[in-house]
T-cell receptor, first 117, second 113 residues
Framework: DARVTQTPRHKVTEMGQEVTMRCQPI?????VFWYRQTMMQGLELLAY????????DSGMPKDRFSAEMPDATLATLKIQPSEPRDSAVYFC???????????????FGEGSWLTVV | GENVGLHLPTLSVQEGDNSIINCAYS??????FIWYKQESGKGPQFIID?????DKRQGQRVTVLLNKTVKHLSLQIAATQPGDSAVYFC????????????FGTGTSLTVIP
C-alpha cells in the first residue's frame, strides 16, 4: 500500500531545542501539507507545497517554524527553538493535484507526536 | 488551569444500528468534500468524498449526503461495527482555486457492543 511516511513517530525534547520532522509523501503526489492537531485547536493547516514550491505557510509561526521540500520525496518541518506550546501531533499529508475542476483527495501519515518539556 | 479543549460532539450507537454524523461547512464556494476517520493514535484516514455537483454518493457501508442549500454534509454508516468507533471529520475544499482543506472539529463515535 502506498502511504505517507513520517518520522519520528514520537519525540520528547526540552524547551529551546531544535526539532525536525520529516515526511515522505506518496510517490507521484505533487502536493504536500503540514497540519498540527491539538485538543484546543483541532486540525490546523501550517503549510503546503505544490511541486515542491511553498504555496501557503500563513498558518505557521514564522519566527520559529520553517517548512521545506529539499526534493520530491522529502518534506521537512523544523521548529527552532521549540517551546512547550508546540506540543502537538504534526501530520503530513500528500495528494495529486490535477488541473481540472474539483478538488483532490489528500492522504495523511500517522503523525509525529511532539512533546516539549 | 483546566484544559478545556474543543467540545467534540459525541454519538453513541448500538452495534448493528445505523449512524448518522453531521457536518456544517462554512464556504458556499467549496466544491469538494471529504470525510475522514481518525482512530486513537493514528492519522486521519480517507473514507469517502463527494463533489458539489452531486447530492449523494455511496461506498461500502457508507453514504455521504450533500445539501448545498443549507451547507450541510452528512455521513451515514450502515450496520455500525465496533471498529467504526473513532472521530470523524468532514473537510471542505475550494477545488479549482484553492488547495487548502478546512476541517471541522470532528464527531466522536462510540459503538456499544
Amino acid at each position: 500500500d502506498a502511504r505517507v511516511t513520517q518520522t519520528p513517530r514520537h519525540k520528547v525534547t526540552e524547551m529551546g531545542q531544535e526539532v525536525t520532522m520529516r515526511c515522505q509523501p506518496i510517490l507521484g503526489h505533487n502536493t504536500v501539507f503540514w497540519y498540527r492537531q491539538t485538543m484546543m485547536q483541532g486540525l490546523e493547516l501550517l503549510a503546503y507545497f505544490r511541486n515542491r514550491a511553498p504555496l501557503d505557510d500563513s498558518g505557521m509561526p514564522k519566527d520559529r517554524f520553517s517548512a521545506e521540500m529539499p526534493d520530491a520525496t522529502l518534506a521537512t518541518l523544523k521548529i527552532q527553538p521549540s517551546e512547550p506550546r508546540d506540543s502537538a501531533v504534526y501530520f503530513c499529508a500528500s495528494g495529486l493535484r490535477v488541473w481540472a475542476p474539483g478538488g483532490h483527495t489528500i492522504y495523511f501519515g500517522e503523525g509525529s507526536w511532539l512533546t516539549v518539556v | 488551569g483546566e484544559n478545556v479543549g474543543l467540545h467534540l460532539p459525541t454519538l453513541s450507537v448500538q452495534e448493528g444500528d445505523n449512524s448518522i454524523i453531521n457536518c456544517a461547512y462554512s464556504n458556499s464556494a467549496s466544491d469538494y468534500f471529504i470525510w475522514y476517520k481518525q482512530e486513537s493514535g493514528k492519522g486521519p484516514q480517507f473514507i469517502i468524498d463527494i463533489r458539489s455537483n452531486m447530492d449523494k454518493r455511496q461506498g461500502q457501508r457508507v453514504t455521504v449526503l450533500l445539501n448545498k442549500t443549507v451547507k450541510h454534509l452528512s455521513l451515514q454508516i450502515a450496520a455500525t461495527q465496533p471498529g467504526d468507533s473513532a472521530v470523524y471529520f468532514c473537510a471542505e475544499n475550494l477545488g479549482n482555486t484553492g488547495n487548502q482543506f478546512y476541517f471541522g472539529t470532528g464527531t466522536s463515535l462510540t459503538v456499544i457492543p
